[in-house]
């Protein structure tokens, strides 16, 4: 069952959560349209929906989380810098929020994630918004999506201890990257793209996600 009232409350607390998201410096008119949009209660656990709008992080199934609004958006607003976003790559769904967000702004998305319950638990949620332009699967993302390469912007929302430079493959010619890279202690928000000379990274600040780790779980 529904928190009671939750989608009178859900107005407008979501609209708070625009507004915090503007103070705290989203200016993509685009990006605040579709986290407007997207209704974050329904990627969270019924007993913490009444959080949903929230500017945290919140715990979904199998010790993961689902990303603070805050995150998302920047997040979000840094894949939307590519001039003609139309294929994106996200490693980890976790909730799905995050490639919900994307499949209001882009034409396709394709999300991988490791745990095959929480790709099931999103598979369901996107068909039940009718948000028909996500494809997911369970693998490891390390791996990246080979059969649908190249992608314009790859984000993977979990942190590699190193910048994963093997999927810089399947970027098309003016891709980019978007990863949080490092340990528990200390991690920072890359935007890595290829250069004439290799690799180019630039430093978006420092983040905080679960570890990208190796391998499936059925
Ligand atoms: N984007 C999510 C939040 C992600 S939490 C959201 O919007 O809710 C990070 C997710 O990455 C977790 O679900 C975790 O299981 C997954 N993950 C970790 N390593 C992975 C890998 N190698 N491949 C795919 N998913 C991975």
């Known amino acids: 069952m529904n928190a009671p009232g939750i989608g009178m409350t859900s107005q407008r607390t979501r609209q708070r959560m625009i507004d915090r998201l503007r103070q705290g410096g989203i200016t993509n008119e685009q990006v605040l349209q579709a986290m407007n949009e997207v209704p974050r209660h329904v990627f969270v656990d019924e007993a913490l929906a009444h959080r949903a709008y929230e500017d945290t992080a919140l715990p979904i199934k199998f010790s993961q989380t689902i990303s603070q609004p805050y995150i998302v958006a920047r997040m979000t607003a840094e894949v939307m810098t590519h001039p003609h976003p139309e294929k994106i790559l996200e490693l980890g769904t976790g909730s799905g929020y995050q490639a919900a967000i ?10 991988i994630e490791r745990i095959d319950k929480l790709t099931r638990i999103a598979r369901r949620r996107f068909i039940n918004l009718g948000y028909q332009n996500i494809r997911c699967k369970t693998d490891d993302g390390y791996l990246g999506w080979p059969s649908e390469a190249p992608f314009d912007v790859i984000i993977i929302t979990a942190a590699p201890p190193e910048p994963p430079l093997d999927l810089l493959d399947q970027l098309a010619p003016d891709g980019f990257m978007i990863v949080p890279v490092g340990g528990k202690a200390r991690q920072t928000l890359q935007k890595i793209s290829v250069g004439q000379k290799g690799p180019v990274f630039e430093d978006l600040g420092d983040v905080i996600f679960v570890p990208l780790l190796e391998g499936v779980e059925r």
């Open 102 to 111: 994307l499949s209001r702004l882009v034409p396709q998305v394709f999300s």
